[in-house]
């Protein structure tokens, strides 16, 4: 069980070097939720008498599960524009060979490598 913490600890750190953006933006959802749950029973209220200001928890939840949302949509789709695609040669080695036999042959990939430039 602890190994598997340590894949995921490992995964968590590797992703947060590649982009501290998602960690940050995760987080300010998570906070968000935190800050609505605590703030339920006033959800909807903008003035009660225990808290005369207009400014609730549950209003700068729903802001930060917006903006954390926002950010983590366009934190991944900076790691997908980051990360090059695959080539055919590349899923064809990685699918099982059931999924590959009535694709292409290996000549005809080699074929449409060379002209897409792929190597």
Known sequence: MAEEFDEFNEFLK???ERSPALAAS???FLAGIGLLLD???DFGKLDTPNHPSPLHHWIWGILLMLGGAAGLGASLLD???KTPPLSP???E??????WVEE???PSELKKIE???GIT
């Open 14 to 16: 590797k992703l947060t």
């Open 26 to 28: 995760g987080a300010a």
């Open 39 to 41: 703030d339920a029973h």
């Open 79 to 81: 790691l997908l524009s």
């Open 89 to 91: 040669r590349v899923l």
């Open 93 to 98: 080695e990685r699918l099982p060979p059931s």
């Open 103 to 105: 694709g292409l042959s």
């Open 114 to 116: 060379e002209k897409l």
